[in-house]
Structure formats: C-alpha cells, structure tokens
C-alpha cells in the first residue's frame, strides 16, 4: 500500500490533481510515448495509474491509430483477469489512461527468482486460458503475451496488461488473416515470423504454451543469443523439458507448442484437460462489454496538454465550483466513442436504438447555448433550462405530432479547454418528426459547428 505521494513535478509540496479527480505520484515507468504514474482518486481514495500519452510524438511516429485502437480494445475487454481501463481524460496535447493500480508487479519477477511449484503455475496458467479465451471472444487477439505482461494483484491473482498490439476483426484482410508481424520474438508463434497470414487468437495459444513452459523450468524454451538460430528452433518446435517438469505438464505444452496451427490445441480442449482442471477456480465472471470502438481518425481532434502542466491542476476549492460555473466534463473516451463510425461495435451490445446526435464546437458553451435558443425560438419551439444543470436545453414543438408534442433536449458538455461536444436527444415525440426537426436546426448551427457525428467518416 502506498501511503505517501512523491510528486513528480517541480516544487516542493505542488500536489497536481488532474481534472479534478486524481492526486499524481510517483512515477512507475516510462516508454518513448508515455509516463506512467501513480495516482490516487481525490474522492475515492483508490489507488490508480496513470498512463499520459503525448500526442505530438505518436502522431509524428504515425501510431495515432494504435494507440486509440489500444484505448478501444481496453474499454471492451473487460473481465477480472484483465487490467481495467477505468476512464479516459484529455487536454489539448495528451491522453490520460486512467488504469487498474496492479500492485504485485509483472509475473515475470517472480519467475526470475526462481521456476514455480506446479500448483502455482497451473493456477496462473488457468486465470491466462481464461482471460484469453475472454479477450477472443470479444474478437481480440492480444499478439503479445509474455511474462512481462502478466501482472499480479494484491491476492496474487493474474491480471493480462498491455493491448498495443492486439488486433480486432477489422484488422483481417481479405483472406481473414492477419498479417503484421508484431509481438516479443522467444514467444512469437511461427506463423506470425513467416509473414504469410496468421490466425491472432492461435498465434495467442502459442505463446501461452511458451509461457507455461517458462512457469515450469524457470528458462525460455527457445534461447538463442542469435535471434535466426532461435527463430530456426521456433520453426520446429525444437525445445528439450528438464527433468522436473512432470509427464501430464509436458503432454499439455506439447499440444501448445505446435507448429501446424490446424493440430495445435484449441482453448475449449485447453480447458477440458485434467492437469488444466485440477483445483481451478475463477475469481469472478466477466464484466459486461462495453460498446463503441474509436475511429483513430478522430485524434485529429486536440486532446493533451504540457506534462502534468498548470492547465491540467484543478485545486480542491476549484473542484466544488467547476461543476456549477461549467459544462459537464465528457469523458474523453466517450466522445471518441460516440463520434466514431468506421469501427463501431455498438449493435453487439445495445438492444435499443436511440434517436439523437452529436456534434463538436470550438465555441465555448455560452455561446452555444445562445444560438440554440435562438435557432429553437425561430422554429417555434418552447424552450426551457434545466434547474440543475443551465448548459441543458429543453425544446419541445408546440403542434401535436403523430405520437404527441416533439421533446428534444440538448446538452452541451466539455471536453478539453477549446472543444465541446453537443449531444441532441429525443425523449419524446415521433422519431420521424425528430429527423425533420435535425434537417431544419442544423443548416443554422454551421457557423458553430466543428464536425457532426456522421460526418467523421470524411475528415
């Protein structure tokens, strides 16, 4: 448990509290793109981590659509053996992950100090075969697994971090394969080093079989200091085990480690091997998906700003006047969901469609919500705020339609300092005099609008 925050930044005793939300710490860790700090909820108190994305440099290395490929992938696969992406924040030149505090570090420490007893293995080995299996059925292949990226939480339970890069079914081409050659070379799959195609969630099983092997000896099975000697082992499955690792152990990598994806073992046959059966336990069902893949396009949008720079502190006092004196703040993840198109998963998961749209500003909401009064007057509609919130409209016609007076509301909401989003919704009333209503509204919004929902697709 961490008791006492070492802030990062300049200045003795500068506590910086991110959107009002997060107390920032120490720094865990550090890439070429990102930090990572620790951090803790202003309200809560929960531990969380940090993750602070600079725009510029992924934009300049043309990893834009990765990362927010990576930030989707997070937000759908959520299951108890998968480190959660609780929220996503911006400002004009950073994305800010906030993400599961994993607090017993990579599983890969543990190994090093030593090969584990079977039962601790097998128990690990369980908890990856589930979350994987969660992770392919929402249509993710993780392409990176390794030890380095299994996390243990506090009771020891294994938690798969790291989804850079997975790949979703969009990613398939023509011949339903994917052909990225991408992951840690000693746990690739050999398909995915003979750059001809591969199936993501076999390649998955392959490494899984790797690790498994690594859990049990305390080595790699392929080690090579030449990287083409190991990658000429990998093509033939050519490992030898130790002495220690038992017969029922070897059976199970054995059907891991094949070469011929159309013989090697299958997650389902996984999970009905008696050695993969002993003593198993879950630590919970999945959390239910969440909808909305991102179109990486959309980062074209200012999203972060100076490293945990002044723009990004709110103080405890500034908290308790925010909300009063300004839109709501809209979560950076979904907007991006919400504004996106080409990779929207919502139909998996909603059962109802909803009538309504959005649209984005560089007005400020002041303004916004002027000459949507205006526009709403013009139409003959009645108009009136919400007594909780003033950035909300209510509209609603005068005339009886089909099923009763049309009631739309419009909210304003922020994003970062220079955006807004305008979100349009209709709570009641006919849905075809709604569209009639968006037809009539929006020739007058132009001077205001930056981009609407269903345009995103030609930006």
Not at 416 to 438: N, Q, R
Request: hydrophobic share 40%.
């Amino acid at each position: 448990m961490v008791d006492k925050l070492e802030y990062p930044c300049s200045g003795a005793g500068n506590h910086h509290v991110i959107f009002g939300k997060y107390k920032m710490g120490r720094l865990l860790g550090q890439g070429t793109f990102a930090k990572v700090y620790y951090a803790r909820d202003f309200v809560t108190k929960e531990s969380v981590a940090v993750k602070v994305i600079k725009i510029d440099k992924v934009r300049k290395e043309g990893l834009m659509e990765q990362i927010i490929r990576e930030i989707a992938i997070m937000h759908l696969v959520r299951h108890p053996n998968v480190v959660q992406l609780k929220e996503v924040m911006a400002t004009k030149t950073k994305i800010f992950l906030v993400i599961e505090y994993v607090k017993g570090g990579e599983l890969f420490a543990k190994v090093a100090k030593g090969r584990l007893k079977e039962d601790v293995a097998r128990k690990y080995f369980q908890q990856l075969i589930i979350a994987v299996d969660y992770c392919h059925s929402r249509g993710v292949s993780h392409r990176d697994l390794k030890l380095e990226n299994l996390l243990l939480d506090e009771n020891e339970d294994l938690k798969v971090s790291d989804f850079g890069l997975s790949a979703l079914p969009e990613q398939l081409r023509n011949d339903g394969m994917l052909h990225t050659q991408c992951g840690t070379p000693a746990y690739v799959a050999p398909e995915v080093l003979r750059n001809k195609g591969y199936d993501g969630a076999k390649a998955d099983i392959w490494s899984c079989g790797v690790i498994l092997f690594v859990l049990l000896s305390g080595y790699l099975p392929f080690r090579e200091d030449n990287v083409m000697h190991m990658y000429k082992k990998i093509f033939k499955a050519e490992y030898e085990f130790p002495l220690w690792v038992s017969l029922d152990s070897r059976r199970l990598i054995s059907k891991l480690l094949v070469v011929d994806t159309s013989r090697r073992i299958t997650v389902p046959a996984i999970m009905r091997c008696p050695w993969f059966l002993k003593g198993l336990t879950t630590s919970g069902g999945a959390i239910e998906g969440l909808a909305g893949i991102p179109d990486p396009m959309l980062l074209e949008i200012p999203i972060l700003d100076d490293e945990l720079g002044k723009d990004d502190n709110l103080s405890e006092s500034e908290m308790s006047t925010r909300s009063n004196e300004s839109p709501k703040f809209y979560n950076a993840f979904d907007f991006i969901s919400a504004m996106s198109s080409r990779f929207d998963l919502s139909n998996m998961f909603e059962t109802k469609q909803k009538s309504g749209s959005l649209f984005t500003s560089k007005f400020c909401a002041s303004t916004i919500m002027d000459k949507l009064e205006s526009l709403a007057e013009k139409l003959n509609f009645n108009i009136s705020c919400s007594s909780e919130n003033k950035y909300k409209l209510k509209m609603q016609g005068m005339s009886e339609g089909r099923k009763g007076k049309l009631l739309v509301n419009a909210e304003v909401f922020e994003v970062a300092p220079e955006v807004a989003v305008v979100e349009f919704s209709k709570t009641a009333g006919d849905t075809l005099e709604y569209k009639k209503f968006e037809d009539d509204i929006r020739p007058g919004l132009q001077d205001i609008v930056w981009s609407w929902q269903d345009e995103n697709s030609n930006l």
